[in-house]
């Protein structure tokens, strides 16, 4: 009968839906135990490190770090996953601090591994940005690390930049002040206004690897790279590509006048210790 099927369909969905929040309820919790298991010596959380590179020099110009989660019994977890979560439940809050902690940490290292003039790009979530206190914090961090503002690229995606665009507009300027450079991340698919934007003190663009997937196939991939590209830099803004997985896909965006180019073409995200000879091995 209609009416048993619906039933049916519904006590299937509502299973599903439970299994999804009993699931997400689980990684919740592992989340928060996994901060609290946090000390100086040992941590669940590491960061990995992508090159970007100068697209006409072929040089190594900076590094994004991204957030890697492993639990000794979940196994390794996804940033896009435990982002989202940590977002939802208010641990971005400690988890953030604890990536920009991290992130400086390495740019010690790197510093005082001969590595110079690398900057490393830090991605920042909405809530983070909604804490006015962020720009003093990160100011104490690069003090206490003894680095400069010039050392530390911000990363926010578009869609960040857009949610309560006064006090984004007034944090970001906060940091351009500083001398801390912006990006935004995923370009092209945050639905933003440009006459938003152009008030924003950002200085990169990164095209969202999307557009550039199918970039030699799809014309209007194409032409969405060439525009933006265009665009960006007739606004003063830096390019940067996403997702460069093939030399085909490279040389497409160095012709189109893209500035740094990040991707597995290039390198997967490395672990802080391979960064040096990564760097060595593609001196210009
Ligand atoms: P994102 O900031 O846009 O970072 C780029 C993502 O694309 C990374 O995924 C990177 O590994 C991946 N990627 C780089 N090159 C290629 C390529 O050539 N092909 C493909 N298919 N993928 C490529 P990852 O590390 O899994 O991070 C995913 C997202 O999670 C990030 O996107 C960012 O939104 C978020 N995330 C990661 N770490 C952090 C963090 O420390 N803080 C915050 N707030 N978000 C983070
Ligand atoms: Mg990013
Ligand atoms: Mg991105
Ligand atoms: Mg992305």
Redesign the pocket.
Known sequence: HAKDAGRNNYQFYARRMNEAAGERLQLENALRQALASITPEDSPFS??F?PQIDALSGAVIGL?????WHDPVLGEI???RF?RI??DSGL?QP??DW?LWE?CRNIRHFRDAGLHGLRVA????AQ?LRHENLPRLVRGILDCYDLTPLDLEL?I?ESTAMQNPELTLSVLRQFADMGIMLAI??FGTGYSSLAYLKHLPIHRL?L??SF??DIESDPNDAAICSATVALGHNLGLELVA????TEAQRHFLAELGCDAL????YS??LPAWQVAAFVAAHRP
């Open positions: 960061l990995h992508q994004e770090a991204l957030a890697r996804p940033p896009t982002i940590a977002e971005i988890l953030g990536i992130t830090v991605n920042i979530s983070q990363e995606t991340d995923d990164k969202d690897r550039v997937k996403e997702g460069v997985e990040q991707g597995f073409y997967k995200p």
